[in-house]
């Protein structure tokens, strides 16, 4: 973190990145300094409620994040520069978003946790759009034109009032990580049955680990020999949607041998947190990939030197077919189908994780709900050819079927039974 002293007395001169959270009001007009080098604008968690006009003098702007200020408006600034491709604007206090405030180059737009209940047209005309986060809004319609962003891979639309998913936004053609629970839609998750466990018959140890959605606590269960994972749910709106709804999509989810396995529902928690008991993984286990960059908005980062064989592609492969295929059978749609959400041991052995974007799509066969499914199936498409990269052997059946998963016209892409029908013979 940088401080405003540094800033106004010139000792950042040539600095790329520029993070400053210090309770600013005004935008320093000493940024624009920095012109000549600057590329990321980090002003998270100031108290600032507009950005100047001529934003744009930061030529070289490509990053702006000014999540948690007061902004009420998108700022028209914003759209006036040039470079600028990442923008993340995050709880706020937004209700409008004029058509000037939108960058020629967007790729990656973030207005989570505002009060948005409209989007403009002119959204359509951001043909780089890969990634739009709009969850946490009161959204109840998605403007037409977005469907000329061909381009859209990732959208999460969770905890709005849409009162309907349009059939174009289900056929658009690179659309692959879909979240929509939490919507006035038929897709409220279906009630399920779960053990429960009586608070008083945990006893919580470490930490392992703080995400979005909540916390994980390795923990003690009484009658219970081994050691549980406790995750304590948080209330607020993350990037995906509603912690709660994804307690209720891990209910939902069931038994299946590529989750990790649910022990019960916590009761009586003294402040009624909602929490879930799981078996606890190894800590031996570890991510197949990590996460996306900034750079590359949609696309998982992996380990250099991570090498498949032609059995472990079909291992794993086989392995999300099966639990892909099992949860969209019970209606859901996972919405993360990612390789940073799957869990692997040194034996090939895998786990799927992380229901936050896990939306309902209610299973009848339906058109709607085949084409949710077939959305998914382009993000197991774009799952295996990340896999197919890093096998050294060539495997002409998965990449053919890595291709079908892939086409562009949603419709003709096989669905999961299929598609392990195919893995499996």
Not at 102 to 121: G, K
Request: net charge negative; proline share 5%; aromatic share 4%.
């Amino acid at each position: 973190m940088h401080s405003l002293e540094d800033l106004k007395a010139g000792r950042l001169a040539g600095t790329v990145r520029l993070d400053l959270a210090c309770g600013l009001e005004q935008f320093p007009e000493e940024i624009f300094d920095l012109a000549d080098s600057l590329e990321v604008l980090n002003l998270t968690g100031n108290a600032l409620t507009t950005l100047p006009d001529d934003l744009g003098r930061l030529h070289k702007l490509k990053v702006l994040f000014c999540s948690e200020n007061r902004l009420s408006e998108l700022p028209v600034g914003i759209g006036g520069c040039a470079q600028l491709q990442v923008v993340g604007v995050k709880s706020n206090q937004i209700s409008h978003v004029p058509a000037a405030a939108l960058p020629p180059r967007l790729r990656s737009l973030v207005l989570t946790d505002n009060r948005l209940e409209a989007l403009p047209e002119a959204l359509g005309d951001c043909r780089d759009l890969q990634k739009l986060m709009l969850a946490g809004n009161r959204l109840r319609e998605l403007p037409q034109g977005l469907a000329r962003c061909e381009k859209l891979e990732l959208l999460r639309i969770a905890a709005n009032r849409l009162q309907a998913l349009p059939e174009w936004l289900l056929r658009m053609p690179n659309l692959a990580w879909l979240a929509y629970a939490g919507n006035p839609l038929h897709g409220d998750l279906p009630a399920r049955e779960c053990a429960q466990v009586d608070w008083h018959a945990i006893t919580l140890e470490q930490q392992l680990g703080q995400g979005a959605s909540g916390i994980i606590h390795r923990a003690r269960l009484q009658g219970h020999d081994a050691a549980v994972a406790v995750k304590l749910y948080k209330g607020d709106i993350t990037s995906d949607g509603s912690p709660l709804l994804e307690m209720q999509a891990c209910i939902a989810a069931g038994n299946h041998e590529h989750l990790i396995p649910l022990i019960g529902r916590v009761d009586n928690h003294p402040q009624g947190v909602p929490a879930l008991v799981m078996e606890l993984i190894d800590p031996a286990w570890f991510n197949l990939a990590g996460p996306p960059s900034l750079d590359s908005c949609t696309r998982d980062i992996y380990p250099a030197d991570r090498r498949l064989d032609g059995a472990g592609v079909k291992r794993l492969a086989q392995a999300i077919a099966s639990v892909a295929a099992h949860l969209h059978g019970r209606g859901i749609s996972h919405g993360d189908l990612y390789g940073h959400n799957i869990l692997c041991d040194e034996q090939g052995h895998s786990l799927l994780g992380d229901f936050g974007a896990a939306s309902f799509h209610g299973g009848d066969g339906s058109v709607e709900a085949q084409l949710i499914e077939r959305i998914e199936v382009r993000a197991f498409g774009v799952l295996l050819g990340e896999l197919l990269e890093r096998c050294d052997e060539a495997l002409p059946g998965m990449e053919a079927l890595c291709k079908e998963c892939l086409g562009s016209d949603a419709s003709m892409r096989p669905g999961f039974a299929r598609i392990l029908g195919l893995l499996e013979h």
